[in-house]
């Protein structure tokens, strides 16, 4: 063997090794959320933050989830939402957002890579890592996960939260068929243990006055806390599809109505008025019926 030869068969190796590592270096790493430092500040100014509850309220019934924000203008309220709902016990957590960016190629789009958050990583669900294998409606796309801001928002608050849970992100896009609908409900239903959760990432009324929030988000939250899954397609909401997802779920686990924690609007937030602002609510969903 010649020399040359050796030389060849030795950067042959040598750039097989380091495609191998490279992929196993791609293959572990986790997305990041950049909320991280956000919600690390209004952690720092909780003030009841450091008990986590066991998820029912003192009630005897069990938490399912609820719906709740994701602007960063509203950190405050949705980390107020977490606090309430936080258990040691849950082990899954369904986070579904639209898909903002309409990116999404199937009806609903999973993540199954993990998350690095500052307390620890936030394993991405068998759920989600495997995909929905009987089920050509829900595709998986990690790529379009990173800037949704929908999911991120909330990935270090569930995290920190829920602390022995992992996730299943889900967005779902505006066009998803009512079939697709109840299809996949009837398949999260099926997946379904005591000890999940299923958390709706969704804002309310949009470009709007103070006061014509106010008189929509009165129909809105009528809608949602009477768990009326076949109304949220005229409402004034970011995630209406997925609205009729969860309010179906909520009401098959159990739920008569949902607990409405707050409203608010931007103007409450800032402070001072804004003519075309958005509007926001924290709502609970309890198991009160078996």
Not at 213 to 236: A, F, G
Request: proline residues 3%; glycine residues 6%.
């Amino acid at each position: 063997m010649t020399n040359k030869s050796r030389s060849l068969i030795v950067f042959s190796n040598s750039f097989l090794l380091l495609l191998f590592f490279t992929f196993l270096t791609n293959s572990s790493a986790e997305l990041t959320s950049p909320f991280e430092g956000d919600v690390a500040r209004v952690l720092e100014r909780a003030v009841e933050q450091t008990q986590v509850n066991d998820g029912r309220e003192n009630t005897g019934s069990r938490t399912l989830g609820g719906i709740t924000p994701h602007h960063g203008i509203a950190l405050d309220m949705i980390a107020r939402f977490y606090d309430r709902i936080s258990s040691e016990k849950i082990s899954r957590v369904w986070l579904l957002s639209p898909d903002h960016f309409m990116r999404a190629k199937d009806y609903a789009v999973v993540c199954g890579d993990d998350w690095q958050t500052a307390g620890r990583i936030l394993e991405a669900d068998a759920v989600a890592k495997n995909g929905f294998d009987r089920m050509s409606l829900v595709g998986a796309d990690a790529r379009l996960f990173a800037e949704e801001h929908g999911i991120t928002i909330h990935i270090p608050l569930i995290a920190r939260y829920f602390p022995n849970a992992t996730v299943v992100p889900m967005v779902l896009k505006s066009n998803i068929s009512d079939v697709a609908l109840l299809m996949l409900k009837n398949y999260m239903l099926g997946a379904m243990e005591e000890t999940d959760v299923i958390i709706l990432s969704m804002d309310l009324s949009h470009y709007k006055t103070p006061e014509e929030m106010k008189k929509e988000d009165e129909r809105t939250l009528e809608v949602l806390t009477n768990l009326e899954p076949m109304r949220t397609d005229h409402l004034d909401i970011d995630a209406r599809r997925a609205a009729a997802l969860v309010l179906r779920l909520f009401k098959e686990l159990g739920a008569e109505r949902g607990d409405i924690m707050e409203r608010m609007d931007t103007t409450d937030i800032l402070g001072y008025r804004v003519e075309s602002g958005t509007s926001y609510a924290t709502i609970v969903y309890m198991e009160t019926r078996r």
